[in-house]
């Protein structure tokens, strides 16, 4: 049996980056933490963080803290039960989500239920092919990603798909396509892109145009919110969902560059087979918003419109 204490050391620097922070969080001194760790690694024969700036977990550390949150779940619900929850009466629930269902059905999922259960979310923002590495590294119970394949322990449930379309403002295309939209023409235009990891621009330019990820100038914005607003102004294109773009196009405020051509992204749960009951909740909320919200997967056969 793993010692808690110790444990809940190793959680503590690694999510606040340093010894000094984590001791003051956990209202010890420096030494005790460094040393709780260290018996910790003596202990199982592994180093668990590089002491770097800030410090990081190792491939060993990672899987030790997934083994701490899972049991600090599961022991959460106990004290939930027992009407023993932490000092406020609040249960932590770390969970990863892409931008774009952030900005769009997600707190309407959770809202009732967060309030309901008295919630602490921790929301670790990726893109939504990347949300996966964040529940294998154990920094999540629970995960919106792209993938369909379940890693071992977890359990994969299909929400819905978001189809994104790329959008531009009139002067935009005016300025940049003023002869059509053309392969030639997308390689001198600005495109927005949501981080380094967003190949919802390279998938569709290299689908429909023929453009390889190096061959056009680009915007990186890391912000639903801005990221829109930067097309609004007219200062790039970029693949917008659905849910946002519906009432700009409505409006005319943007335009879709081509008709009939766009990209659906199929969204998945992925969550610790605990048999936890806030697991159960958390994924039953999912699914009945997600219904509500996203199109469903019968909707879109093929990923790629036209395929």
């Known amino acids: 049996m793993l010692d808690m204490r110790q444990l809940a050391a190793l959680s503590a620097v690694v999510e606040e980056g340093s010894f000094d922070r984590a001791a003051s969080r956990l209202h010890v001194t420096q030494s005790a933490v460094s040393q709780r760790i260290k018996q ?13 700036v800030p410090i990081h977990a190792t491939e060993a550390g990672q899987q030790v803290l997934k083994h701490f949150r899972q049991i600090s779940l599961l022991e959460q619900e106990l004290m939930a039960g027992l009407s023993q929850q ?17 900005e769009t ?23 939504q092919d990347a949300t996966q590495q964040l529940l294998k590294d154990g920094e999540v119970i629970g995960c919106v990603t792209s993938s369909p394949k379940a890693m071992p322990g977890c359990i994969c449930v299909p929400l819905g798909v978001i189809p994104y379309r790329c959008l531009a403002s009139r002067d935009y295309l005016k300025h940049y396509f003023p002869d059509g939209v053309t392969a030639e023409a997308f390689r001198c235009a600005p495109v927005a892109e949501f981080s380094h990891k967003d190949q919802l621009q390279n998938r569709y330019l290299q689908q429909f145009f023929g453009i390889g990820p190096h061959e056009y100038p680009r915007h990186r914005i890391p912000s639903s919110t801005a990221f829109c607003d930067l097309i609004v102004r007219g200062l790039a294109c970029g693949m917008v969902p659905e849910q946002q773009g519906a009432a700009l196009m409505a409006s005319g405020v943007l335009e879709e560059m081509t008709p009939g051509r766009y990209l659906a992204v199929p969204l998945y749960w992925h969550v610790w087979n605990l048999g936890s009951t806030l697991v159960r909740q958390l994924t039953d909320e999912l699914v009945s918003e997600a219904a509500r919200q996203l199109e469903p997967f019968e909707a879109h056969p093929r990923l790629t419109h036209p395929g």
């Open 40 to 52: 910790l690694e003596e202990r199982l024969g592994q180093t668990l963080v590089v002491r770097t």
């Open 86 to 102: 932490d000092e406020r009466g609040f249960t932590k629930v770390a969970i990863g989500i892409n931008a774009d269902s952030l």
């Open 105 to 127: 059905w997600f707190p309407d999922a959770l809202s009732a239920l967060v309030q309901r259960e008295r919630l602490l979310m921790d929301l670790k923002v990726d893109d």
